[in-house]
């Protein structure tokens, strides 16, 4: 079954550091760009970072610096290391496979609040 599951949100004050993690089925993560977007309130959803099954990571200029996309090939893992939160980065994060798409799974809730 083609899946991901995404966890590791939670509620944190601005400046603090959450980690990411989002597990896919091998059939879609194997070989693939992988790929974190959130979506905020009254938001539509949009793309955060992305890394090549090598390692090469891009990043949305708003989080450049702060966030860090890492991803392990043997557990069929993406990571997403943030650092400096801020309220602006809360939203519902999800992973998704840019190579071969998958239904997006439940997503993991980011807060970032004093």
């Known amino acids: 079954q083609v899946q991901l599951v995404e966890s590791g949100g939670g509620s944190v004050q601005p400046g603090g550091s959450l980690r990411l993690s989002c597990v896919a089925s091998?059939?879609?993560?194997?070989?693939?760009?992988m790929a974190w977007y959130r979506q905020a309130p009254g938001k539509q959803r949009e793309w955060v970072a992305e890394i090549t099954n090598s390692g090469g990571p891009n990043y949305v200029n708003s989080v450049k610096g702060r966030f860090t996309i890492s991803r392990d090939n043997a557990r069929n893992t993406v990571y997403l290391q943030m650092n400096d939160l801020k309220p602006e980065d809360t939203a519902v994060y999800y992973c998704?496979?840019?190579?071969?798409?998958?239904?997006w799974g439940q997503g993991t809730q980011v807060t970032v609040s004093s």
């Open positions: 091998g059939s879609i993560f194997s070989g693939n760009i």
């Open positions: 998704q496979s840019l190579g071969r798409p998958a239904p």
